[in-house]
């Protein structure tokens, strides 16, 4: 398979070396510094893009990918807010987009459990809860992209939840905290508290690489379709 990479940090990076490992090519490396390479060679003939940007660059970064016709998978954050116009764009030109909050299998499964607790919780008002995420210091969004999964995970199976916020005391909004530490690459936390005592599940990633695996994993799925997939497609148990 042919991958083109959009954004070289250490994402990137880490995405290259999990794709080469698994027998793909490397055909186009595309930054900041080098946008003009849409046009190129390499990318008008990969197989697929995989794109971890910026929340300021991705929205533009898929349209090009649709405008060429190469379906491309995206882990960017911050950006959903032009969601439902993306979606649409994507049915009208007939493209492949599959994006995730979070690739990690660890993290898909832990939005799965996230949902069946708070079916549970939904019959004990005695317990409010929170959502914490901790990310590195070079993480520019927040609350992270898979916090906000989880906060809607809880929002939709919880009815005495209207819906989430940073930093709230709502009673009827669900709570999401932030923290930006050293080279953390992501915990995600939840947490029941009643006057007697708490449930708290959590989610701490080691490294990158969890992500970067899921990204190409996601990529070899996506050759060959069009729509507009998420994990939960791919995964085929209901997140």
């Not at 510094?33 to 990318?43: E, I, L, S, V």
């Not at 379906?71 to 994006?99: H, I, N």
């Not at 009827?172 to 449930?199: A, C, L, Q």
């Amino acid at each position: 398979m042919k991958i083109a990479l959009i954004g070289y940090g250490k994402m990137g990076k880490a995405i290259e070396e999990i794709a080469i490992k698994r027998g793909h090519d490397i055909v186009c490396k595309i930054d900041s510094a080098n946008t003009g390479d849409f046009d190129g060679n390499g990318f008008l003939n990969a197989d697929v893009a995989i794109e971890f940007t910026t929340p300021s660059s991705a929205f533009g970064n898929y349209v090009k990918c649709f405008d060429r016709g190469v379906p491309v998978v995206s882990g960017t954050t911050g950006w959903l807010e032009q969601k439902e116009e993306l979606r649409e764009l994507c049915a009208k030109k007939d493209a492949a987009f599959f994006y995730s909050s979070n690739f990690s299998i660890g993290v898909n499964i832990f939005f799965a459990l996230n949902k069946y607790l708070a079916k549970i919780m939904d019959r004990f008002g005695e317990y409010d809860v929170s959502v914490k995420e901790i990310h590195h210091i070079h993480k520019l969004d927040h609350p992270s992209g898979t916090a906000v999964t989880i906060a809607e995970g809880i929002v939709d199976n919880i009815s005495r939840k209207t819906g989430w916020a940073e930093n709230t005391a709502d009673p009827d909004m669900v709570n999401v905290e932030y923290e930006r530490v050293g080279e953390v690459p992501g915990t995600h936390v939840v947490n029941y508290v009643s006057d007697v005592d708490s449930i708290r599940i959590e989610h701490e990633a080691f490294s990158r690489r969890g992500f970067a695996l899921g990204a190409v994993v996601a990529a070899e799925w996506l050759v060959g379709k069009k729509g507009w997939f998420t994990m939960s497609d791919m995964l085929d148990f209901d997140i």
